[in-house]
């Protein structure tokens, strides 16, 4: 295979009959993972997108401009080397010209690795393929994934995912690959993995309670300088609706974190943070979804108890779990004012929250972040 880089792929000679490219890209004899520009004398990334993204550049269309008008065709790429250029030129470059919507488009390809890989696929995996799915931010046919047995990999069949029984199969054929299996699987996968000579593709972890540190180290054996990332997202998700908080490894690259937040913010919001911070993210957005199931559960079971419909408590509940939610998310309120906000004085409201205090409603929620975020701790150190 050949590699520069973190950059794998070849130039295509698909791109020589396309429009908009065929006009002045060429080939760069003796690499055949760089593309050349004839107007702008420059070597760039042989990648369509990173192509793309230079074809809307001003000072190319500028150059483009000029050699119609003058009629030259430099002589360049054959035999002259040309000076090296980055799409972030390009990007800049565009900044400001009405072409901002041509550039998200760009760099959206950009950003999105070709090929993504799934190692463990049950319902974390899951969640999050079929919002990237869903978002068209993947492409079935360049997604694999793999599990020792096929309880979950029939799943992914349907959506038109590759599937596997081979771990290797997926590290050796993904630019980006998600590994999701739980923390006690986690050392003798790894260590079932051959080294993977010079491909290297970013890790991103889902695994809880396992450090950047310690992936490092595992995947060391496989590639030098492993580039990982350390996600805890949630199965909410799904929908589009999840929350996924991430931290970058030391060799990580800014493009690696480009993709990173392209990708896991299409599963609804994401921020990267200090790691020392996701033990606490597991503990509150990663273990939350099951916290309020259990009470969208409880509180369509009072409105049963005081004579609703099942299907009509339970639509209510997570209507007003849903609602709630929003109008925290949406006016920025403090909670505690919006929930005073409905305590009319000697109302109904008011009563309901004593009732609550009294059993330790709020005792009992900081208490579960508190026990999750401290099992997934826990669960580091065994590893
Ligand atoms: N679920 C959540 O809400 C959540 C939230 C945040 C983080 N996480 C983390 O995400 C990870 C996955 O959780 P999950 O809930 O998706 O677990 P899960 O549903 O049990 O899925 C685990 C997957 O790993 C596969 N697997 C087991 N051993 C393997 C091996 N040696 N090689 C490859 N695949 C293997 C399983 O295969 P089979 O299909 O053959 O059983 C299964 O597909 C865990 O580390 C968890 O802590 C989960």
New binding site residues.
């Given amino acids: 295979m050949v590699k520069s880089g973190n950059y794998s792929r070849k130039y295509s000679k698909e791109w020589d009959k396309e429009d908009g490219l065929r006009e002045w890209v060429s080939r760069v004899p003796g690499d055949d993972t760089k593309a050349a520009c004839r107007y702008c004398r420059t070597v760039i990334r042989a990648h369509r997108a990173d192509l793309k993204v230079h074809s809307l550049a001003k000072k190319h269309k500028k150059n483009a401009e000029l050699s119609t008008i003058t009629g030259l065709f430099a002589a360049f790429p054959y035999g002259d080397k040309g000076r090296e250029h980055t799409v972030d030129k390009d990007k800049a470059d565009m900044k400001g010209e009405g072409d901002e919507r041509a550039l998200d488009a760009a760099v959206g390809e950009i950003v999105n690795p070709a090929s993504v890989g799934f190692?463990?696929?049950?319902?974390?995996?899951q969640a999050m393929l079929t919002a990237f799915l869903k978002k068209g931010l993947v492409n079935p046919s360049l997604t694999i994934a793999?599990?020792?047995?096929d309880?979950?990999?029939g799943k992914l069949r349907e959506l038109g995912v590759r599937t596997t029984q081979d771990?290797n199969d997926v590290v050796i054929s993904s630019d980006l690959v998600f590994v999701?299996?739980?923390?006690h699987?986690l050392t003798?996968?790894l260590g079932d993995l051959p080294p993977l000579g010079n491909h290297s593709p970013l890790f991103v972890s889902?695994?809880?309670g396992v450090s950047l540190g310690h992936l490092e180290t595992m995947l060391c054996s496989l590639v030098e300088n492993p580039r990982v990332v350390r996600a805890?997202?949630?199965?909410p998700s799904a929908v589009g609706q999840g929350c996924c908080l991430y931290a970058l490894g030391t060799h990580t690259t800014p493009s690696d974190a480009e993709t990173t937040s392209s990708l896991l913010s299409a599963l609804g919001m994401s921020a990267q943070i200090p790691e020392y911070q996701i033990d606490a993210a597991?503990g509150l957005s990663?273990s939350g979804?099951a916290y309020i199931y259990m009470a969208i559960e409880a509180l369509a079971d009072g409105g049963v108890k005081m004579g609703l419909p099942r299907q009509l408590a339970q639509t209510l509940a997570a209507q007003t779990v849903k609602g709630a939610g929003a109008m925290v998310l949406e006016t920025g309120k403090h909670p505690g004012q919006l929930k005073d906000e409905v305590c009319s004085p000697g109302g109904t409201t008011i009563a309901a929250v004593h009732t609550l205090e009294q059993n330790s409603f709020r005792n009992s929620l900081i208490s579960a972040v508190e026990a999750s975020a401290l099992r997934s701790k826990e669960l580091g150190a065994k590893e």
């Avoid at 190692?119 to 995996?125: D, E, F, P, T």
């Avoid at 793999?146 to 047995?149: D, K, T, V």
């Avoid at 805890?232 to 199965?235: A, E, G, H, L, Y």
């Fill in positions: 190692i463990g696929c049950g319902n974390m995996a793999s599990a020792p047995s309880r979950n990999l771990n999701c299996v739980k923390p699987q003798s996968m889902v695994v809880t805890m997202p949630n199965t597991c990663g979804p």
